[in-house]
């Protein structure tokens, strides 16, 4: 539980994907996938990851957000299409349909080509069978998370977790219908919730960051791959 004018929890994404493994440790060496969702996600997957000993590749969601508000969002979209709207927001911002497909038009185009970015011509994840943890910085709205979730429905997984390190109360009760579990290290009853708020070194990562940590990720995964085994 967190109440504002606290201090940050998390010193960096690092920090806090090593804290939120802590609430994960169950999942250890189990038929598991971690799959970050870009940018602020993968710093915090990775560490998830390497503790819990297992794979981890990406999912693309998007907000959709607000014409002449940015900052704002309408809803999110995953990289396969799958589109969360928030009704509640668009009774209140008049856009007709014309212009709302519009702005999801936008935001489909972004996310294939960050999706040529990160991943090239390399295919999707198995993750049918498999629990799948879905892993980004913080919920605020829970939209882009939610949209993550149900993309990966789709693929038949075993049960999907979303986990976080910081969420809004609104957030995780949204995504509480739609996700099995929804982990967080803290979730915080605030009337204004800002992800940036809980840690003490933040900013926005940018894609060529993300690719780099992304890239980190699969540098150790190949590196351990090829250690010798310890002699006894």
């Known amino acids: 539980m967190y109440y504002p004018r606290q201090q940050p929890i998390f010193e960096s994404r690092y920090d806090a994907g090593k804290q939120l493994a802590e609430k994960l440790r169950e999942y250890r060496n189990q038929p598991v996938i971690v799959l970050a969702i870009p940018n602020g996600g993968i710093p915090v997957a990775l560490q998830v990851a390497l503790a819990l000993n297992t794979d981890l590749d990406l999912i693309i969601s998007r907000k959709i957000p607000i014409p002449l508000r940015p900052e704002g969002g309408f809803g999110a979209v995953a990289d396969d299409g799958t589109t969360i709207l928030n009704q509640e927001v668009l009774k209140t911002i008049n856009l007709n349909e014309q212009q709302v497909n519009y702005q999801v038009s936008k935001v489909r185009n972004d996310i294939q080509q960050r999706s040529l970015l990160y991943r090239g011509s390399r295919p999707i994840s198995i993750v049918s069978d498999k629990t799948v943890i879905v892993i980004d910085d913080g919920l605020a709205s829970g939209y882009t998370m939610m949209a ?62 993300g690719l780099e940590c992304f890239q980190e990720w699969q540098k150790r995964r190949y590196q351990a791959s090829i250690k010798p085994p310890d002699k006894k």
Request: overall charge positive; cysteine-free.
């Open 148 to 209: 993550a979730v149900e993309s990966v429905r789709r693929r038949q997984p075993k049960q999907v977790i979303a986990a976080v390190p910081a969420a809004s109360a609104t957030a995780v009760r949204q995504v509480e219908k739609i996700a099995d579990r929804v982990v967080t290290v803290v979730t915080a009853f605030v009337p204004k919730f800002y992800v940036s708020d809980f840690y003490r070194y933040w900013n926005v990562l940018s894609d060529k960051e």
